[in-house]
């Protein structure tokens, strides 16, 4: 527990939104109606691949009822430059080309056109009236088969970024990177024990339970309202801005309540689209998608392949250690692949690393940041590979990794050295945690991985007002995905020494307050809470003046202590404490309003690690693995308000779960996508867990006030090998494919013993 | 395609609607009827976010159709609160953080009510089958569930 007193940081109370939430009052994106609104609808591809001839939509214009159609031609062509959106970066070129396919369709379910009607209904028939003459071509799903030189490729203009000399031919290998320390040749010399494996993944959906949802109203004097479900309605208002040529000022976006991210919700799909459909109708128009259209045009996280080598001396010690890791980008180029390359091996002090890196195209939709984007899969490579050299050393995997542990002073291979880190620290929480400790249960095996993230920091606006009263507002400008809220007004309430329930956290429009990057990479309560804690500071200064014009002494002779201005010493005077709802009575005479404010691009995001435990069964019939037991222990800086920092660790352990033994996309050999519904991608449900354990190591960071670090990716990082580390020990299978779902795992159990399938 | 006119109770409010037949339950809550505290994840009847009660029976109001509210009382989340009293399960979820985007919770309340309306004394194993028909994508479940079990102890401790 951190050592330092805090009245409120590190206390539990309520949530500000709590009772809106619990009531059905909350609004979320597709709670939010106008007068007169249009439904809006998207017409589809059919096709994994294909050139679209021609569109035609006049049946579809001259429906009733139907106000509006729009297709690429409506949004005006971008340049090739490419712009940061939440942990990933994007080329504008290619956004547009997502929202509404130009030249080719590249993925089934990819935009071709939209219409807005008086009803849903009407809307739907319409789609059904447009006319697209397409002219299929072959597609490639496949990660390793996009990869190859007789490929069907997706972009003829798509040269391999990263190759010298720069390659003449079209490819639809998007890049090609490398992060490399040390000689890794010479590492490999060293080692008298070499791990060598190949491991692959599956595309995976965040899985949000709220579908994108829209609603846009442009006026005839060019002014945009704009309310959306987004993790960064700052980067609704930056891409329509950018897309339909909009001054940004114009543009007011309002976040409604948000039913779910986890990365997912950082781009835009609807939005510029609707703006398009009111500007044509002069009428709001409103956009929901359905499921459906949520897994077949949005998101997913890559599946991809790595290949793990890692050379150890018979004491455990890692001398040299090398990944190739080739992720899907989907449609266009942009997949993760950066993050995965260099959080590979970053849990571990190693002196010979090489990491190459590939970022592949095909004919999927254009992947989205998911937790931890691209790490899951690199530590499921790696994990999984030092999990058998802890086999075969014969150690136990938390001091294997103890022994090659990342510290403060470990320089990366991506750059950075490590300030303070709690790994070693984690590693030990594990280590000693009730469920390391106990005795692993007769038929049921144990396995342990771990996991890193940076942590992100980034821009962020916040201001803070006094009322009339004396109580506060704190206003800022991202979305509460997860408790944020609670979390900035529990270090408001510290920062300024009031109660918890005296301060108002609120989330502020595009128009109401600065700048705010996403909701995203872990940074809320780290850097908007930085935002927050010196917008609070810089009203205790206003206030601290107010108090020394109402004494008549100089500023720097007043003190702001437990919520009240006193004189700093005795010799400043004999004054009487002045409280905040004193000072705010007296405000219209000492200066008026008093208000704090905050800017700044927060660095020093204190970087996260986690050691997961799990023990599970596996049935060797059915291939069914149950789950008896889980634990993660991670380095969570201070934890702010403990029960949302756990929830985090909780609902991220669940989601890789899901990842581990259930979840993928499934196509058929048309290029379509298979099981585009709940039922058939299958997330995790209560009956499927125990309860998730959680170990909190507070390791403060010493790049913030309170040592906030970012808790919300790391979890989601160690649970596919930590799964597939146990199922391993359980069954003497290794699985290098994900999910390791019943039907492939016994599959996998009886091509291992055919004797026993046999009788 | 004439309308159909209904007549229902909902949240002990007697109510008349007008509807097309293939209408559902969730769409006319929602769009018609302003109660949008039931939500939309599926559509399909896989993610419980649109449950409700008919005659103390929980259903997806996605798969029901609006018609079939004749004569029946339907209960939804704005219901459930009595004047400016949250019910006990509301007030858990808060105190425990059994939410953490919120989207799942209107679905997971009105479907742990009507478990503890019938068992006011589940086993975990009984919380956890009874909502496996609810998707919570955020919290992994372990606050929800034992928010549930607290609230189930609390009634039979005031019930004695
Ligand atoms: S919306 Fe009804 S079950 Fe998902
Ligand atoms: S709290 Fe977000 S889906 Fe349950």
Redesign the interface.
């Known amino acids: 527990m951190s050592s330092q007193p805090y009245k409120w940081i590190g206390t539990?109370p309520?949530?500000p939104?709590?009772?809106d939430?619990?009531?059905?009052?909350?609004?979320?994106g597709?709670?939010f109606n106008m007068p007169g609104q249009l439904i809006g609808k998207v017409l589809r591809s059919p096709h994994a691949h294909a050139v679209i001839r021609s569109i035609d939509t006049s049946a579809a214009e001259a429906l009733p009822g139907v106000k509006a159609v729009v297709t690429a031609k409506d949004f005006p062509e971008q340049p090739n430059v490419i712009v940061p959106t939440g942990e990933m970066q994007v080329n504008l070129r290619d956004v547009t080309r997502n929202i509404m396919a130009r030249e080719k369709a590249l993925y089934e379910g990819h935009a071709v056109a939209a219409v807005a009607a008086t009803t849903e209904a009407i809307a739907r028939e319409a789609l059904s009236l447009i006319r697209v003459e397409y002219e299929v071509l072959p597609h490639v799903i496949d990660v390793e088969e996009a990869m190859r030189d007789d490929a069907p490729v997706l972009h003829d203009h798509l040269r391999t970024e990263g190759v010298k000399p720069e390659p003449q031919k079209a490819s639809n290998i998007a890049k090609r990177m490398e992060n490399i320390k040390g000689d890794v040749a010479a590492g490999f010399k060293q080692a008298e024990i070499v791990i060598e494996r190949s491991f692959t993944t599956q595309p995976v959906h965040?899985?949000?339970?709220?579908?994108h949802a829209t609603l846009a109203s442009a006026a005839e004097d060019g002014q945009v309202q704009i309310w959306s479900t987004t993790q960064g309605h700052f980067q609704v208002r930056g891409f329509c801005s950018r897309l339909l040529n909009i001054e940004t000022s114009q543009i007011r976006v309002t976040p409604s309540?948000?039913?779910?991210?986890?990365g997912g919700k950082t781009v835009v799909y609807l939005e510029p689209v609707a703006v398009r459909l009111s500007q044509k109708t002069g009428k709001p128009v409103k956009m929901?998608m359905?499921?459906e259209e949520v897994f077949r045009a949005s998101g997913p996280a890559p599946g991809g392949s790595v290949k793990v080598k890692i050379g150890a001396r018979r004491d455990g010690r890692i001398v040299a250690a090398e990944c190739t890791i080739a992720l899907q980008a989907g449609a266009f180029p942009g997949s993760p692949i950066g993050p995965a390359c260099w959080t590979s091996f970053a849990c571990y002090d190693i002196d010979n690393i090489q990491v190459i890196g590939y970022d592949v195209v095909s004919n999927r939709p254009k992947v989205a940041a998911y937790r931890a984007p691209g790490a899951p899969i690199s530590a499921w490579g790696v994990e999984s590979a030092l999990d058998i050299l802890a086999q075969e050393l014969g150690m136990d995997p938390i001091d294997l990794r103890l022994k090659n542990a990342a510290k403060k002073g470990t320089k990366t291979s991506y750059g950075p050295t490590f300030d303070t880190i709690g790994f070693v620290e984690t590693l030990e929480a594990a280590k000693n945690s009730a469920h390391y400790k106990s005795p692993v249960k007769p038929g049921y095996t144990r396995g342990v991985a771990a996991g890193f993230w940076f942590n992100v920091g980034a821009d962020s606006s916040a201001a803070a007002h006094v009322a009339e009263d004396g109580t506060v507002t704190v206003i800022s400008g991202n979305p509460d995905?997860?408790?944020s809220r609670a979390s900035l007004a529990l270090m408001a309430a510290e920062e300024l020494g009031v109660d918890y329930e005296k301060v108002r956290p609120v989330i502020a429009d595009t128009s109401s307050i600065g700048f705010n990057f996403v909701t995203g990479g872990s940074r809320v309560t780290f850097a908007t809470g930085l935002a927050v804690v010196n917008a609070v500071k810089d009203m205790i200064r206003e206030l601290k003046g107010r108090a020394a014009k109402t004494w008549g002494v100089d500023p720097e002779a007043v003190v702001w202590e437990n919520g009240m201005a006193r004189p700093a010493g005795s010799n400043v005077g004999e004054f009487d404490p002045l409280s905040l709802a004193q000072l705010a009575a007296s405000a219209g005479k000492t200066g008026g309003p008093i208000n704090g404010h905050a800017q700044l691009n927060v660095q020093g995001a204190g970087p996260g690690f986690g050691v997961h435990v799990v023990d599970l069964a596996v049935d060797r019939d059915t291939g069914i693995v149950t789950i008896d037991r889980y634990t993660a222990a991670q380095d969570v800086g201070t934890a702010i308000?403990p029960?949302?920092v756990?929830?985090?660790l909780?609902?991220?352990?669940?989601?890789g779960i899901g990842w581990a033994l259930n979840e993928e996309y499934i196509y058929n050999s048309k290029g379509k996508l298979d099981n585009p519904?709940?039922?058939d991608y299958r997330?995790?449900?209560?009956?499927d867990?125990p309860?998730?354990e959680t170990i909190l190591v507070e390791v403060a960071n010493p790049s913030h006030p309170y040592g906030v670090r970012g808790v919300g990716e790391v979890p989601i990082v160690p649970p596919l090998a930590t799964v597939g580390n146990a199922i391993a020990r359980a069954t003497g299978v290794r699985m290098t494919d994900l999910p390791m779902s019943p039907p492939k795992l016994s599959a996998a159990l009886d091509a291992a013993t055919p004797r026993m399938a046999a009788e | 395609m004439a309308k159909l006119h209904i007549s229902t109770t909902i949240n002990g409010e007697p109510i008349e609607f007008l509807c097309d037949p293939p209408q559902t339950m969730l769409e006319v809550l929602r769009d018609q009827l302003g109660l949008t505290g039931s939500k939309e994840g599926c559509g399909s009847g896989d993610c419980g976010a649109c449950s409700i009660t008919v005659d103390g029976r929980l259903v997806c109001s996605c798969l029901m159709l609006a018609a079939e509210a004749e004569g029946h009382r339907l209960e939804t989340i704005e219901g459930m609160a009595r004047g400016d009293q949250l019910h006990p399960l509301q007030k858990k979820f808060v105190e425990l953080a059994a939410l953490q985007c919120g989207i799942c919770t209107p679905g997971f309340l009105v479907a742990s009510k009507a478990l503890l309306d019938r068992n006011p004394n589940p086993t975990e194993t009984e919380v956890r089958y009874w909502l496996a028909g609810n998707l919570c994508r955020c919290t992994g479940y372990d606050k929800i569930i034992r928010a549930v079990m607290e609230v189930a102890a609390d009634m039979r401790e005031t019930a004695r």
């Open positions: 539990r309520n949530r939104d709590g009772a939430k619990v009531t059905g009052r909350a609004r979320f597709a709670d965040q899985g949000y339970i709220e579908p309540e948000i039913g779910g991210g986890f929901v359905s499921r995905i997860g408790g308000h029960s949302y756990e929830g985090q909780q609902g991220g352990v669940v989601q519904g709940f039922l997330m995790p449900v209560a009956s867990l309860m998730i």
